[in-house]
């Protein structure tokens, strides 16, 4: 297993009920039953434990172990409550697989009665049945999120249009540094959630990040990052009303910045955020009107061989 795939079976052992893994057909014998016929229902059936019941009511658990006490003591005809256990450690069937495991390492057994809120028994459950549950989870989970990849990568080829665009808007806040980053943390999620390839989601996030800051920081009324995705490229537009660039060349140079002293203390505006973009991206459109605004476009291509896609590495 990869680590997030151990990690994805050990938050499935949290979430999964033990109603939902147990064994429900319930194989179960009376105090007066003898070992010996214990011996052949446990043969018969390749278990190893079966409940002990009296009148509906569970009153103990005799297990291989206790069939081989008595093969030892020559008893197969001494009944089970000779050898049963009888104080007996239950588990409920809406509680979740993790709290079966615990109780599995703290009483040192290999099965446990499930009981309804009622306390009748509906079940046995296993560490074998936590397993099984846990893998066809496990299944389950890959093939849905195989399924959601599929649908996602074919959207825009299933609809009929000349032109299909997802278009995802946020709105960015002046001097929010709180809040900074998470427009571009949002559209990385989502980037991800569509199946998008790692590196281009990567590169998106740089350059939605590096966009989303120059807002936070030099625009005075705040302004907007939106994602257009279609199927052969994405293209992030930014804008805001703010003071604008007087020097849109200058602006380009590594360490140029107009960020005040406070805004740098606080370990922003390097002025390294349009060449970062620029570096990142396929394209880079840039246009700023003093006391107007700017506008930034950048374009990422999607498919290998187009603009830097094809030639970035790890």
């Given at each position: 297993m990869?680590?997030?795939?151990?990690?994805k079976?050990?938050?499935?052992?949290?979430?999964?009920?033990?109603?939902?893994?147990?064994?429900?057909?319930?194989?179960?014998?009376?105090?007066?039953t003898?070992m010996?016929e214990?011996k052949?229902v446990?043969?018969?059936?390749?278990?190893?434990?079966?409940?002990?019941?009296r009148?509906?009511?569970?009153?103990?658990?005799?297990?291989?172990?206790?069939?081989?006490?008595?093969?030892?003591?020559?008893e197969?005809?001494?009944?089970?409550?000779t050898?049963?256990s009888?104080?007996?450690?239950?588990?409920g069937?809406?509680?979740?697989?993790?709290?079966?495991?615990s109780?599995?390492?703290?009483?040192?057994v290999?099965?446990?009665?499930?009981?309804?809120?009622?306390g009748r028994?509906v079940?046995i459950?296993?560490?074998?049945?936590?397993?099984?549950?846990?893998l066809r989870?496990?299944?389950?989970?890959?093939h849905?999120?195989?399924?959601?990849k599929?649908?996602?990568?074919?959207?825009?080829?299933?609809?009929?249009?000349?032109?299909?665009?997802?278009?995802?808007?946020?709105?960015?806040?002046?001097?929010?540094?709180?809040?900074?980053?998470r427009?571009?943390?949002?559209?990385k999620?989502?980037l991800?959630?569509?199946?998008i390839?790692?590196r281009i989601?990567?590169?998106?996030?740089?350059?939605?990040?590096?966009?989303?800051m120059?807002i936070?920081?030099?625009?005075t009324?705040?302004g907007?990052?939106?994602?257009e995705?279609n199927?052969?490229?994405?293209?992030?537009?930014?804008?805001?009303?703010?003071p604008g660039?007087?020097?849109?060349?200058?602006?380009m140079?590594?360490?140029w910045?107009?960020?005040?002293?406070?805004?740098r203390?606080?370990?922003?505006?390097?002025?390294?955020?349009l060449?970062?973009?620029?570096a990142?991206a396929?394209?880079?459109?840039?246009?700023?009107w003093?006391?107007?605004?700017?506008?930034?476009e950048a374009v990422?291509?999607?498919?290998?061989?187009e603009?830097k896609?094809?030639?970035?590495?790890?």
């Open positions: 990869t680590p997030t795939e151990v990690l079976a050990q938050e499935l052992v949290y979430e999964l009920k033990i109603g939902d893994i147990m064994t429900r057909r319930l194989i179960t014998v009376s105090p007066e003898t010996r214990v052949q446990l043969r018969d059936h390749r278990i190893s434990g079966l409940p002990v019941m009148d509906e009511h569970l009153v103990g658990i005799v297990s291989i172990e206790d069939l081989i006490r008595a093969l030892e003591a020559n197969l005809d001494a009944e089970v409550n050898y049963m009888s104080l007996v450690r239950t588990v069937e809406g509680e979740s697989a993790v709290r079966a495991l109780a599995f390492g703290r009483a040192g290999g099965r446990l009665p499930v009981v309804d809120d009622d028994l079940g459950l296993t560490p074998g049945d936590i397993t099984r549950g846990v989870a496990l299944e389950r989970a890959y849905e999120e195989e399924l959601r599929y649908r996602v990568r074919h959207v825009f080829e299933d609809i009929a249009s000349d032109r299909t665009s997802l278009i995802l808007r946020y709105d960015i806040p002046v001097r929010d540094f709180n809040r900074a980053g427009a571009s943390s949002q559209l999620q989502t991800v959630r569509l199946g390839d790692p989601v990567r590169r998106v996030a740089i350059v939605s990040y590096e966009a989303e120059n936070v920081i030099h625009s009324t705040g907007n990052l939106v994602a995705i199927s052969e490229l994405i293209a992030v537009l930014a804008y805001d009303s703010g660039i007087e020097d849109v060349k200058a602006a140079q590594p360490g910045s107009t960020a005040p002293d406070w805004i203390e606080m370990g922003f505006g390097a002025g390294m955020g060449v970062n973009i620029k990142t396929d394209e880079m459109h840039l246009d700023s003093p006391r107007r605004g700017t506008k930034l990422i291509y999607l498919k290998p061989g603009g896609t094809g030639h970035e590495t790890e």
